[in-house]
Every structure is written in C-alpha cells, then in structure tokens.
C-alpha cells in the first residue's frame, strides 16, 4: 500500500502562487510515476499533471501548460505541484495519485492505483 498525503493548498487572489506537496510513505519507490488531478464542485475529475519515475519526463493538461510545474524529490518521497499566475477557475480540490505499474506518464485517473485525500485550492478574483 502507497500513502499520499497531500499538503500546501489555500486561499489566493488571482495571479498568485501556491506550490502543493504530496508526500508519499509504505511502500514507496522512487520507480513510481505522479500526477496530480484537480476537481471542481459539479465538476468531473481533471488531469493537471503528471512526472515519470526520474523526473526526466513531464505532461501538463491544457488548461495549465506554461502556469504549474510539477517535480519531484524522490529521496524525500515527495511530489510537487508549484502553481504560478492562478485564475478563479483553477479553484478545486487537488489530489496527488501514485501510477505503479509503468512508471511513466499518464493522463487517464484510471491509470493510477493510489490516491490522497485532496487539499483545497480557493482563487479569488
């Protein structure tokens, strides 16, 4: 089993940054690829992210390409989502999700087995 327990999120006006961290323990491994998702009220689940097992490969969804950036600090156990110039529509619960069996990047939420339990992101315009 793969904890995630994601942390950093809150309130923010527009423009604004936040950086998540999703910090991962049992049985972790740095062969693990990341991603994070964001969901909305009413809303279905949205791929915002995702790094392969080294960090040598990332993918973005549209609506953040050029404004996140995901890393991650695998001697720490722990994935991140830093979030530059926030919009009010970017206000959502963001989870952090672990993809064990390839390592690779992924956008499908199928695609990963573990999940945290989400921390608030709130943009105010």
């Known amino acids: 089993q793969v904890q995630l327990v994601e942390s950093g999120g809150g309130l923010v006006q527009a423009g604004g940054s936040l950086r998540l961290s999703c910090a991962a323990s049992?049985?972790?491994?740095?062969?693990?690829?990341m991603g994070w998702f964001r969901q909305a009220p009413g809303k279905e689940r949205e791929f915002v992210a995702s790094?392969?097992?080294?960090?040598?490969?990332?993918y973005y969804g549209d609506s953040v390409k050029g404004r996140f950036t995901i890393s991650r600090d695998n001697a720490k156990n722990t994935v991140y989502l830093l979030m530059n110039s926030l919009k009010p529509e970017d206000t959502a619960v963001y989870y952090c999700?672990?993809?064990?069996?390839?390592?690779?990047?992924?956008?499908?939420?199928?695609?990963?087995?573990?999940w945290g339990q989400g921390t608030q992101v709130t943009v105010s315009s």
């Open positions: 790094i392969n097992w080294n960090g040598g490969r990332r």
């Open positions: 049992g049985r972790t491994s740095s062969s693990y690829a």
């Open positions: 999700a672990a993809e064990t069996r390839r390592g690779t990047v992924v956008d499908g939420a199928t695609d990963y087995e573990y």
